[in-house]
């Protein structure tokens, strides 16, 4: 019996890929098995080479595999280019419509099975999703009541008669292959699953089911990919709870509604991705300026322009940090994992609220589109803060106004829900003086700056877990240092590393500004040598460390920016090289 295994299925887009991955996976994760998993697919509605790669594992895990045992295409694009994935001995399972072949010198078995015509028997070619997962799931021996149970809950909404058309269709796929195979393939054979129950959800569902948790009840946004899941999984559930989703005309329009909601006191936030969160640049200062807390989403793809909006990328960090006009006080936090998603989204909204300022959540697309096991959630751990927010304040007198800027010695003023007796002050994207009036006074202008600034001082402090420190050594050989979803694969190539004698840290930054210098130093100060990993061409995270903790000499970069993921053997090498 084998840990591990590595499935891909293969086609055009629209061929019904997506739906066979999902029902295949669902199957799996009810056995208990851990699960990851990376979609490849074209920026194009319908057509296009795309692919789903799961990695099926009895342990945690959160990295693609190197390789892959069984393919399964639809097309012979599927094999040409997938197939130097496979290890020595895989295996591919294609439909015989196209007359598949194996690329010479390539070491895998091939299984033609009839997937469109035994569909097509059944009465339509869309079922050739089924018959494809019955094949694949029957070389595996896994049990087929299982499978079908996933079948019921994908299809029983369009009545009983689908089901059983369809379960039908997976048992055909199944003899099929059982009998060009002469049974279960017994080097596939998978370890029992450990049979604990498990989320698997992608990063975007996490989040959106996280600013339901934080209390979040408006999101205006436009759609955009990688971020239109998280409008997509609100639209279908924020109404549950009294709050609604608003599809607007475009990402100026999103943002300043998500400011305005939060100044009426409605937790709100906004989602997008880099070519969005250009166009919201203004209004985060506005945010900045005006001290009304938002929060907003922003989930890396390939840029600059349209780029590659459908691959990998970390290249918006700069932008993040530094893309506003003049000074503001925001915060930039990155998860790295799907239980971090969840819970950095109830932080987020805690932050905004406590220090009345703009914080931007930093993914990428493979954490929000990647399909990952996840522990269950702990709703006890959730705790709401909405800050310093002022009232039954005593009656104003004639002609004044509330404080709402007030001078502090934190920096926060106390905020006021509009309606709250005498808190009436003026709003205004100008600067102002400590009642919201205009002024252009530079001893005012100067003592504004100064508060809005120095209310992050200890923001550090407040984010659980600025930066996360993996099974330190006193002494390492290197430091690794990542962000965001690489830190699964990071992991998997440390253990590599272990096993060839060399010693290293994991740190992974999970607060990207205000930058966690005096955090992460210690760790830097120690290693001989700082590999630092990330999806961009220019090093904005290696850039980061270099400007705030120094030790450039010991610092190097691993970039990766040609639109996928990094693997653990490539990591691996890279360090290799370093020792």
Not at 198 to 208: H, R
Request: aromatic residues 6%.
């Amino acid at each position: 019996m084998i840990s591990q295994l590595s499935w891909k299925i293969g086609g055009q887009q629209g061929e019904g890929v997506e739906s066979t991955d999902r029902i295949f996976s669902t199957a799996l994760n009810r056995l208990g098995y851990y699960l990851y998993g990376y979609r490849h697919f074209s920026s194009r509605i319908k057509g296009g080479h795309t692919n789903n790669k799961i990695r099926i594992s009895t342990t945690p895990m959160r990295a693609i595999s190197d390789d892959l045992d069984i393919l399964v295409a639809f097309d012979q694009e599927s094999i040409d280019l997938n197939v130097h994935e496979l290890r020595p001995g895989g295996v591919v399972v294609a439909d015989a419509k196209f007359n598949p072949t194996i690329p010479e010198g390539v070491n895998a078995r091939l299984f033609p099975v009839p997937i469109t015509a035994i569909a097509e028997e059944l009465g339509t070619s869309l079922m050739k999703n089924m018959v494809a997962s019955g094949a694949s799931w029957a070389l595996l021996g896994l049990p087929l009541e299982v499978f079908n149970k996933a079948v019921e809950e994908e299809f029983g909404r369009k009545g009983p008669a689908v089901v059983e058309k369809n379960i039908d269709a997976v048992a055909r796929g199944a003899n099929f292959v059982l009998e060009l195979a002469g049974g279960p393939l017994k080097e596939f054979e998978l370890a029992p699953a450990d049979g604990k129950q498990k989320l698997f959800m992608i990063g975007n569902d996490a989040i959106g089911l996280g600013a339901i948790a934080a209390g979040c009840r408006f999101m205006p946004a436009y759609p955009i990919t990688p971020a239109s899941e998280i409008m997509e999984y609100l639209i279908k559930r924020l109404p549950k709870f009294g709050g609604t989703v608003i599809q607007t005309e475009d990402e100026i329009a999103a943002v300043t509604m998500a400011i305005g909601a939060n100044y009426g006191g409605v937790r709100s936030l906004t989602a997008s991705a880099g070519p969005g969160l250009s166009l919201m640049t203004e209004a985060i200062g506005l945010s900045g300026m005006t001290e009304t807390p938002v929060v907003i989403i922003n989930t890396q793809r390939g840029g600059p322009s349209t780029g590659l909006p459908t691959k990998q990328e970390q290249s918006d960090l700069n932008a993040m940090v530094y893309g506003t006009h003049g000074e503001i006080p925001k915060v930039v936090i990155a998860p790295s994992t799907i239980e971090e998603c969840f819970y950095d989204m109830i932080e987020a909204f805690n932050i905004a609220d406590q220090y009345q300022v703009p914080v931007i959540v930093m993914t990428d697309l493979q954490l929000s589109l990647g399909k990952q096991s996840s522990e269950l959630l702990d709703y006890d751990k959730i705790v709401i803060d909405r800050g310093n927010v002022a009232k039954d304040l005593p009656p104003l007198e004639d002609g004044k106004l509330f404080k709402r800027y007030e001078f502090t010695e934190s920096g926060v003023s106390p905020r006021v829900i509009p309606g709250e007796k005498g808190g009436l002050h003026h709003v205004t994207g100008v600067e102002h003086d400590e009642t919201g009036r205009p002024s252009e006074s530079p001893v005012n202008r100067k003592n504004m700056m100064d508060k809005r600034l120095k209310k992050l001082q200890d923001v550090q402090t407040k984010l659980t877990n600025a930066i996360k420190a993996d099974a330190p050594n006193e002494q390492p050989d290197l430091l690794i240092i990542g962000m965001g979803s690489t830190g699964g694969t990071i992991d998997e190539a440390r253990a590599r590393l272990a096993q060839d004698g060399m010693a290293t840290n994991h740190v992974t930054v999970r607060l990207i500004h205000p930058f966690p210098a005096d955090m992460l130093a210690p760790y830097v100060e120690k290693a001989k040598k700082v590999l630092v990993i990330e999806n961009n061409a220019t090093a904005q995270l290696a850039d980061q460390i270099k400007l705030h903790v120094g030790y450039s000499d010991k610092i190097q970069s691993m970039l990766k920016y040609d639109g996928t993921p990094f693997l653990p053997s490539e990591i691996h090498n890279q360090c290799k090289e370093l020792k």
